[in-house]
């Protein structure tokens, strides 16, 4: 089966860069994405990776070794509003349609 | 343009009952996943429906079933509820039935088993 491992909780104030990791283990991977998720929300779409290297979307980035089976997030000038919570998900052979969700990463931005 | 939507947001049903969640996709979307999400958890596959057919199921029991309509919209059925089925379940839409790279997720409904 699939397994992914991400840091359970992440603490930093306003201003600051934090990387949130990600390491999986699956069979036949396509591709790693990034979600976030505030109290209450619905988690919302923030990058995909299917090949190595560091893709870039304004504050944030997201980067995957495809090799080392690991990615990372990183979240630049954070501001309080980026208090949430942050979820790898792997899409892989074994899945199919689905996507397989870490057990998310708790970010607390202080100021 | 309405995004993912779902209802009810709240609900709190007895151990043994049976309960209803509904969801409609984002407009111009005709597939459409179910995600249960325990407290402090990631989202679990329930399954996904295109074309009105179940076309894959996560490892969730019989207890769990769907349905889609032919306007796209779904709904997502649980019997005899445990105190175990709590949790928070999103729908997510995307289109063509495939794998998608970005899932739109609706914001829940929050199942409490009592």
């Known amino acids: 089966g699939q397994s992914l491992e991400q840091p359970s909780e992440v603490t930093a104030v306003e201003g600051a860069i934090v990387q949130i990791n990600c390491t999986y283990q699956?069979?036949?991977?396509?591709?790693l994405s990034w979600y976030q998720q505030h109290d209450g929300g619905a988690p919302t779409f923030l990058s995909y990776?299917?090949?190595?290297g560091l893709e870039e979307t304004g504050r944030f980035s997201s980067f995957l070794s495809r090799s080392d089976s690991y990615g990372y997030l990183l979240l630049q000038e954070l501001q309080m509003k980026d208090s949430a919570s942050y979820f790898c998900?792997?899409?892989?052979?074994?899945?199919?349609?689905?996507?397989?969700f870490g057990k998310g990463t708790t970010l607390s931005v202080s100021s | 343009d309405a995004g993912v939507t779902q209802s009810p947001t709240h609900l709190i049903k007895t151990r043994g009952q049976q309960v209803t969640l509904r969801c409609s996709p984002k407009?111009?979307?005709?597939?459409v996943s179910w995600y249960q999400q325990a407290l402090g958890q990631g989202p679990q596959f329930i399954f996904q429906?295109?074309?009105?057919?179940?076309?894959q199921r996560g490892n969730f029991p019989d207890r769990f079933s769907g349905h889609q309509f032919p306007n796209y919209s779904s709904e997502l059925n649980v019997n005899a509820l445990l105190l175990g089925d709590s949790a928070l379940y999103l729908c997510?839409?995307?289109?063509?039935?495939?794998?998608?790279?970005?899932?739109?997720f609706g914001q829940g409904t929050r199942l409490t088993v009592v």
């Open positions: 997510a839409s995307s289109s063509g039935g495939g794998a998608v790279t970005e899932a739109f």
């Open positions: 699956t069979s036949g991977f396509y591709g």
């Open positions: 990776n299917a090949l190595d």
């Open positions: 998900a792997v899409r892989d052979q074994q899945a199919g349609t689905a996507l397989i």
């Open positions: 407009s111009g979307h005709d597939t």
């Open positions: 429906y295109y074309e009105e057919e179940e076309r």
